[in-house]
Nanobody, 125 residues
Framework: QVQLVQSGGGLVQDGGSLRLSCAAS????????MGWFRQPPGKEREFVAA????????QYSDSVKGRFTISRDNAKNTVYLQMNSLKPEDTAVYYC??????????????????WGQGTQVTVSS
């Protein structure tokens, strides 16, 4: 049984930092494309970042590029999202996802097979 358990998140001031974690069981993050998405209040879930199974390919949305960093610890079977220089518009519920087919459509929500439970990130101005 595959489980993605998220931790981190919370309330932070404008310009602050947070780190999200996504611990996997039932799959090896080293063999999957792992992604982070977010859903702002009243909006659709949107792509944030993804890392390929090989680790050689990483993709970010334009809105977070240069501020967020996705990484993976294979030994801990965990994926991270380090978020720096946070802005109020980053406020959302953040989800990690796993694509078992390792497609190259990192930003396409439909290719992700498994999801974490979501974690709230709130950035106050």
């Amino acid at each position: 049984q595959v489980q993605l358990v998220q931790s981190g998140g919370g309330l932070v001031q404008d310009g602050g930092s947070l780190r999200l974690s996504c611990a996997a069981s039932g799959l090896k993050v080293s063999k999957y494309v792992m992604g982070w998405f977010r859903q702002p209040p009243g909006k659709e879930r949107e792509f944030v970042a993804a890392i390929a199974w090989s680790g050689g390919s990483i993709q970010y949305s334009d809105s977070v590029k240069g501020r967020f960093t996705i990484s993976r610890d294979n030994a801990k079977n965990t994926v991270y999202l380090q978020m720096n220089s946070l802005k109020p518009e980053d406020t959302a519920v953040y989800y990690c996802g796993a694509d078992r087919h390792s497609s190259r459509s990192y930003s396409d929500i439909k290719v992700y097979d498994y999801w974490g439970q979501g974690t709230q990130v709130t950035v106050s101005s």
